[in-house]
């Protein structure tokens, strides 16, 4: 009990200026219409006008974008990064040959090296968005291998080593305009993005989007923008590598709100919509962050 009140407490700060996202929800929602490069406009707008100091780009680099002490230690820890581990573990798995002798490089386009800019993308046969993570699975499901679980561990690694070989690429996803089942996914992800939920009664924008750069307890809030750029990650408090959608998990509990599965429908359209808010953004994962 006392746990959940120290916790809660931490939040309040942020309460007293959700009024705020009131205005931001209805900026974006009267461009509902609009579709999403409009939305992205808006987003690449809101930050530019805030945070004039930070080049663009800098957003990728989550809270250490606002954080001069936090970001001196994480360059420090780049000197001998956490994930490079999972790499070379990712790069063997991916290279090892299935039992039917393929592999992975046979599912993907370019034997899946310096691809994954093209993640997520609208499946107009299946009618869904997929991930790299779900194209990975599918990969080994289609050739007779066990699924391997979504947030860590051996599919995290070969993602890491997957966004290693697109690193400096360009995110590049697309919302079909003329694909009404695609554009019905992107406005999907983007409203579970502004719904509040949980007993804390927040929407991911309420953290990411009005109170990015302030401090949330130990830490400032990272900006949406950029959200999509590095991952899998090594995070200090997991002590190992893994997904986006684990972070999403995280997020939702944060606020004291059920997770999703990973994978499931709900997180696949909030990731495309997500990582289009990134789109024109280099790729630079694997990444860390505390
Ligand atoms: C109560 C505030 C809060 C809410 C609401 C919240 N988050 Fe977070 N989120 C955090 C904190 C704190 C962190 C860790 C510090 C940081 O990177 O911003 C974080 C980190 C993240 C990161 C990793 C950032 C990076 O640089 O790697 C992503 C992605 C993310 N959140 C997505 C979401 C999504 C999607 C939602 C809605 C489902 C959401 N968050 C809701 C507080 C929140």
Redesign the pocket.
């Given at each position: 009990m006392s746990g959940r009140t120290e916790r809660t407490m931490g939040?309040r700060v942020?309460k007293k200026i959700l009024p705020l996202s009131i205005f931001i929800g209805l900026t974006f929602a009267a461009s509902a219409m609009a579709g999403p490069e409009e939305d992205r406009l808006a987003i690449v707008k809101y930050y530019a006008e805030r945070f004039p100091d930070v080049p663009l780009q800098e957003f990728a680099n989550?809270?250490y974008a606002f954080d001069e002490d936090a970001r001196e230690q994480w360059i420090e820890m780049e000197d001998f990064p956490p994930y490079e581990i999972a790499i070379e573990d990712g790069q063997a798995l991916f290279e090892a040959p299935f039992a039917n002798g393929k592999s992975y490089a046979d599912c993907f386009a370019n034997g899946g090296i310096g691809v994954r800019q093209d993640y997520p993308y609208f499946d107009t046969d299946a009618g869904e968005v997929m991930t790299l993570e779900l194209m990975i699975n599918r990969c080994r499901e289609s050739n007779g291998e066990e699924l391997l679980p979504y947030q860590i561990g051996d599919l995290a690694a070969i993602s890491a080593y997957m966004a290693y070989t697109s690193r400096g690429n360009t995110i590049n996803v697309k919302v079909p305009q003329d694909n009404p089942a695609a554009v019905a996914a992107y406005e999907t992800g983007k409203q579970?993005?502004y719904t509040r939920r949980g007993q804390?009664n927040?929407?991911?924008i309420?953290?990411?989007l009005q109170s990015a750069g302030l401090k949330?307890r130990a830490?400032?809030?990272?900006s949406s923008l950029g959200?999509a750029t590095?991952w899998p990650?090594y995070r200090s408090k997991w002590g190992e590598i893994g997904t986006?959608q684990k972070?999403?998990a995280e997020?939702?509990v944060?606020?004291f709100s059920k997770p999703l599965e990973a994978q499931s429908i709900e997180y696949r359209n909030?990731e495309y919509f997500?990582t289009y808010m990134s789109n024109g953004f280099e790729l630079n994962g694997p990444?860390t962050?505390r």
């Open positions: 939040y942020i989550g809270l579970y993005y804390l927040f929407a991911c309420s953290c990411h949330l830490d400032r809030l990272s959200h590095h990650v986006l972070r999403f997020c939702n944060q606020v909030l997500l990444a962050r």
